[in-house]
């Protein structure tokens, strides 16, 4: 193999180097066309990957734009459970994400081997598991949900039927309270929505009394109690556009505060403050796709996701009953 080829390999790809003096954002739209690619993106990328991307959206609005696209090449711009689903989706088009280590906190949580062994001792159980998990995991589930549609979901299930959540323990928490519900909990959380600060954020409302404090349902029930609005990602972003409300106190990843700002450009945005003083409201997984990393993507259509036949085979069947519910509840 030579050095031109082990670089353009799934493993080389991120020694490729990119001219500097490039323009990526002409480059990479230039690329786009000429290969018939939809770019993918998740409301927490950088606001310059959201600015090149055909679609923003959360977790369910990018499940069925890969569902139903027309493009050849699916480039998502988020997390390597995200880019699987594409690929289960769409198993006959080409997937491809800017970083194979773009990876999730909360996917990682939920190993399947360990799951398979929990779903045991709970037999005749109906497994929910939130999207952000695993291909093999999906395997192991009866119906996929989002926070966009998790309640909805949790509803569709008879009440005679005993339920399983995994693999984030605060959205099942959240899900429980809000549908009466009783369910198994798997103990998985995301790293970004658990360090919230309820101290630092009651400080930030004294000094905006008026903001609404708005939260995703990843967060730990002591935040979401104080919280004006929960909901996901699109649910907040609707929320703030919606409401009267002038300033908001913003608890999630902070790049959605790019599409709330850019759609209320007269409203303030405040994103809630982490326990500590560093950056870990912003999502080191989704920040490991960069505007460079991205080119080189779509340039040498690398890396690509690839699934075991059996795995899209299995775990279709739950992203597809959970694409049917949402039909139905017009979300
Ligand atoms: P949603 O955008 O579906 O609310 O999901 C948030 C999230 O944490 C994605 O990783
Ligand atoms: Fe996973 Fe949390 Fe990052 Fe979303 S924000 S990708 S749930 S670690």
Request: charged share 25%; glycine share 4%.
């Amino acid at each position: 193999m030579t050095q031109a080829e082990s670089q353009l390999s799934q493993k080389g790809y991120l020694d490729i180097p990119v001219d500097p003096s490039l323009d990526l954002f002409a480059e990479i739209t230039r690329l786009k066309n000429e290969k018939n690619a939809v770019l993918l993106a998740h409301y927490y990328q950088d606001s310059e990957i959201q600015d090149l991307a055909d679609y923003v959206g959360d977790s369910l609005g990018l499940s069925q734009e890969a569902a139903n696209t027309k493009a050849d090449i699916i480039i998502f711009a988020g997390v390597h459970f995200m880019a699987e689903t594409a690929k289960i989706l769409s198993p006959h088009k080409k997937v491809i994400l800017p970083d194979l280590k773009a990876g999730c906190s909360l996917a990682d949580s939920c190993p399947a081997p360990l799951f398979r062994k929990f779903k045991e001792k709970h037999p005749d159980h109906v497994v929910v598991s939130y999207i952000n998990c695993s291909a093999e995991l999906k395997t192991l589930t009866d119906i996929c949900c989002t926070s966009t549609n998790a309640v909805q979901i949790i509803e569709s299930i008879p009440l005679d039927k005993k339920i399983i959540f995994a693999p984030d323990k605060n959205l099942g928490a959240y899900l429980i309270k809000k549908t009466g519900r009783d369910m198994v909990l798997w103990d998985g959380a995301c790293m970004v929505h658990e360090i919230f600060s309820r101290e630092k954020i009651t400080k930030l409302k004294e000094r905006y009394p008026l903001a609404k404090i708005i939260a995703h349902p990843e967060c730990e029930s002591h935040i979401l109690d104080i919280a004006d609005y929960v909901g996901s990602t699109s649910g907040l972003l609707n929320y703030t556009s919606k409401s009267d409300a002038k300033e908001f106190i913003v608890v999630t990843e902070a790049g959605i505060l790019y599409q709330m700002q850019k759609a209320n450009p007269h409203k303030t945005f405040i994103a809630a403050p982490p326990l500590n003083n560093c950056a870990c409201n912003e999502c080191p997984h989704m920040k490991r796709n960069t505007l460079e990393k991205l080119y080189v993507c779509i340039k040498h259509e690398l890396p690509e996701i690839v699934l075991p036949d059996w795995v899209i085979k299995e775990g279709r069947a739950s992203i597809d009953r959970m694409l049917e519910i949402s039909a139905k509840a017009g979300l």
